[in-house]
């Protein structure tokens, strides 16, 4: 049995592989150290006896001992689970590609000839949806900032490119100009549409830092790692962005978990 975590921000994920079988979990992130592995392990039923091998990425999971109860811990660069979690998850071998890791904040790895190249990251994520949320709308659980932004209109607090000028070269008028920008002049706005704009907002950001690294690479598509995409409204905007300059959002299951697996596969990579 081989074991996987993805330390992040936010939640820490786990996957286990006993006999090619793969079980996800995941937990509320902690402080990275034994005593949250042990933790783990004791909520999800798992003896170390009859764990061979641990892989750990992102955090501070560098800091952990190299050794768990005898069990030896490899350290996986994120940009490496990041690459890997891709290629598992999208079986895309040895091709060239462009991947967007976004969870609490989003990361962009591009990988060719073997290396997994980092191409830089925004602060923008799920992290900053839960923050505003939090603030503007008093929500920070991510299912319930997306039923709310589902049923909202982001119309009346963004303001779209047909609202203010004829044409801009080939953009659609329903584009936005400005994020929030309408709400100025507003003295109040429902939680609904508050939702929508902000959702939309991340997802318009991580989208054009999404097109201009495919454009940078000469790449046509965009794979996705990490929670974020997984909000609908969130996922529009990406995908309008990305349409901007003509290119493809690819979104396969389980991308949630793309860096764990990542991590999980680099193992299996160094023992073979």
Known sequence: MNVAFDFGITNTDVVVDCYSK???????SQK???SFIEEIFETISIQHNEIKNIAVTGGKSSDL?????????TKVNEVDAIGYGAIEIYNLKDKPFVVISSGTGT??????????NHLGGISVGGGTLQGLSKYLI?????DEIEKLAIRGDRNKLDCLIGDVVNEIGSLHPEITASNFAKAKDLDSSSPEDIAASISN??????GT??????????????????????????RTGIEDRLKLANIA??????????NVLGALAYLKAKLT
Do not use: W
């Open 209 to 234: 830092i999404s097109y201009l690294n495919a454009m940078l690479c000469n790449e046509t598509k965009v794979y996705f790692l990490g929670r974020s995409s997984l909000n609908t409204v969130i």
């Open 138 to 142: 008093g929500h920070k659980n991510p």
């Open 22 to 28: 793969k079980k996800f979990f995941t937990f509320p």
């Open 107 to 116: 990361a962009c790895v591009y990988h060719n000839e073997g290396q997994f």
């Open 65 to 73: 001992n190299d050794m768990y109860k005898n069990i030896k811990i």
């Open 249 to 258: 959002g690819v979104f396969e299951d389980k991308r949630e978990y793309g």
């Open 201 to 206: 907002m991340v997802g318009e950001v991580i």
């Open 32 to 34: 990275i150290n034994e």
